[in-house]
């Protein structure tokens, strides 16, 4: 199977070694942060599967938590080992005392957690030793292709998540190459041309009547320094963030910050009335006498107590070590000693759940007999019940009787006295529910206005929410187009430096070929003025050194044709040079294009690299949240 390292590369593209971004100890530990978030999803059952036991003894009474979670923590009283039940830390010292009513006892055991240091009361001893039990985090290496006490069937996001962490990480040390253009290339500097010149040529030897000297008009060397082509580097705008950008409350975000804010109710609540209290009097006639009836008075029968007799359900007890099964799996690791252990357990259980049964039929025995000494204590009951209430009837009828023929002669005054009495009262009552109705009435309307307001604002604070969220949305959009323009305009600047540089070359290329046309124009003017000045000496001197023109003629054509090729070595000098910088500048032309060219390929070679990590990171985050999401749902 693949490494971790080999999956990682597989799933980003990216070669990681010892210096990369992300490097092999970076890798390590994104894939161990990656397990550690996994195993912190898993559902509790599956988390039991993966955890580990740390023993505390007399000379290691604490443990160090490391943010792991707990899950069970227990102390050796002798026999077995007691669970502890959790405390605040701020309880430990009642806990430590003895003679406090929440202090712990070997069978009662706490423990507390303080400044990330878990601690046990009473103190575990090498002879009572304390066990907790806590998740079993594992370091994950680079180079490991299996990771040992994890779920297979989840194995395969600690690589996702390493991925994810990895492109991060090679995203933060990229940065987009937007530096600025450097022309390495060095522009030929501008030759310096020999001055063409004639020397007056002379022959000692002859002895005649002087020739006018020939002079030869000196030609200016060509001046190629104007208009030399040069390349201005166009500046990048300086980029702005997005949270500089929405704060901008110029032309750049006209909206401004219309943050709502908290949700405030500003309508005011109405006030409960306060309703009046409806009170009936009885309604009274003293005119009115009768003869007192006498009462009559019933005698509850004694009931049969058959309690003595309730069954009762004794629960058996069992006690099941298995930390020693940890211990022989976890510590030990003896499969044998562990299933023996865990053969000795079913056996208890098997005596537990017989002894279950034996209690069961137990009750079952009792709580018939006690069902039939119930019912025969009711039956008794309710049959003295019944004779008590029929002798009181006959009783209550006899008073009756003997009341109505002794009250008669105060009946109509009575009767009359008490349906006045009972209508006023009955006016009164009536008036108090009227008001109360009223009062009730406009309590209803008020509460109707206040729902209303709230409604009401409720509603804008909604449109000033849905508002805010379109403003943010408008001016990311516009912070957005505005980076991208603006990257858009600098290799637009650089296109447009280029062209205008093309332009200012190929003009210069133009006039260096005017200046040198011009140049070679005017020698070869100075040359042939100074040829038909020299001719027309000649001629002057033939006609009055008749005895010299041999030597003369001899002398002066020599010195004229040396004078001559030294003129015509100074042009063809120049016009080697000229060539030269010809060349030299288009070679400068050149590479300025060439460096230009690779410049704006590596800038936009940056742009899609970059935009593919995105992408790329992107799709595994989703992968990652997927499989995580089915991971939290098999917990549900």
């Given amino acids: ?19 990369s971004a992300p490097n092999q100890t970076e890798l ?45 923590v227990t102390r050796d009283d002798g026999t077995i080992n007691q669970p502890c039940r959790m405390i605040a830390s701020n309880m430990s010292g009642r806990a430590s005392d003895s003679d406090d009513m929440n202090a712990a006892t070997a069978t009662d055991p706490v423990y507390y957690i303080n400044n990330n240091l878990l601690s046990v009361i009473p103190e575990p ?19 490991d292709s299996a990771i040992a006490r994890f779920p297979d069937d989840v194995e395969y996001l600690v690589p996702l998540y390493a991925s994810v962490k990895s492109l991060q990480n090679k995203l933060g040390s990229k940065t987009l190459d937007t530096s600025a253009l450097d022309i390495t290339a060095v522009a030929p500097e501008v030759p310096s041309l020999g001055t063409v ?58 909206f401004g910050d219309n943050d709502p804010g908290t949700f405030s109710i500003s309508a005011n609540v109405p006030v409960v009335p306060a309703i009046n209290t409806i009170d009936y009097t009885d309604a009274s006639n003293s005119d009115a006498s009768a003869q007192a009836i006498t009462s009559a008075t019933a005698y509850a029968p004694n009931i049969t107590d058959v309690s003595s007799h309730a069954p009762e359900f004794i629960k058996p007890t069992v006690n099941l070590d298995f930390e020693q099964v940890n211990t022989h799996l976890d510590t030990n690791e003896d499969i044998e000693l562990a299933q023996v252990k865990i053969t000795e357990l079913q056996s208890q259980l098997s005596e537990y759940s017989s002894n279950i049964q034996n209690e069961q039929n137990k009750f079952n025995k009792e709580n018939a007999r006690y069902q039939i000494e119930f019912r025969e204590a009711s039956e008794k009951a309710n049959h003295d019940l019944q004779v008590e209430i029929a002798n009181l009837n006959a009783s209550a009828q006899e008073l009756r009787q003997e009341s109505q023929q002794t009250t008669d002669i105060d009946k109509f005054n009575k009767q009359q006295d008490q349906v006045l009495d009972l209508a006023n009262k009955s006016k009164a009552m009536e008036k108090l529910i009227s008001d109360n109705n009223s009062k009730m009435q406009k309590y209803s309307n008020e509460l109707q ?21 379109f403003e943010v949305g408008q001016v990311f959009q516009s912070w957005s187009k505005t980076e991208s323009d603006s990257l858009q305009q600098y290799s637009i600047d650089i296109q447009n430096e280029l062209n205008e540089y093309n332009k200012e070359n190929a003009r210069y290329q133009s006039s260096i070929q ?46 004229i044709q040396n004078k001559a090729k030294t003129m015509e070595a100074i042009v063809s000098n120049n016009d080697d040079i000229v060539a030269k910088f010809s060349a030299e500048l288009n070679k400068y032309s050149s590479i300025v294009n060439e460096q230009v060219q690779q410049y704006q390929s590596n800038l936009q070679n940056k742009q899609m690299e970059y935009t593919w990590y995105e992408r790329q990171q992107a799709k595994l985050q989703a992968d990652y949240d997927k499989g995580l999401q089915i991971l939290i749902g098999q917990g549900g």
């Fill in 1 to 19: 199977m693949a490494t971790f390292e080999a999956q990682v590369e597989g799933l980003t593209s990216l070669s990681i070694d010892g210096s």
């Fill in 197 to 254: 010149s004639y020397t007056t040529a002379s022959n000692e030897s002859a002895s005649a009547q002087a020739v006018g000297a020939i002079t030869v008009g000196t030609v200016s060397v060509a001046d190629t320094s104007g208009n030399v082509p040069t390349y201005t580097k166009p500046s990048l705008t300086t980029r702005v963030n997005f949270k500089t950008f929405y704060e901008d409350n110029s032309n750049k975000n006209p």
């Fill in 125 to 143: 001893t090498n002879s009572n030793n304390a066990q907790v039990q806590t998740m079993a985090y594992p370091s994950v290496a680079y180079s």
């Fill in 514 to 559: 005017a200046v040198l046309a011009k140049h070679n124009t005017d020698a070869q003017k100075a040359l042939e003025q100074a040829r038909i000045d020299a001719e027309d000496a000649r001629q002057e001197a033939s006609q009055t050194t008749e005895m010299d023109k041999f030597n003369k003629s001899q002398d002066q054509a020599l010195d």
């Fill in 449 to 469: 206005t206040y729902q209303a307001e709230v409604n009401k604002e409720i509603q804008e604070y909604s449109k000033k929410v849905e508002r805010y969220n």
């Fill in 28 to 72: 390590t530990q994104f894939l161990t942060d990656g397990a550690k978030e996994i195993l912190n999803t898993l559902p509790l059952s599956k988390k039991l599967l993966f955890t580990t036991s740390t023993s505390l003894n007399g000379s290691s009474t604490n443990l160090t938590i490391g943010g792991s979670e707990i899950f069970t």
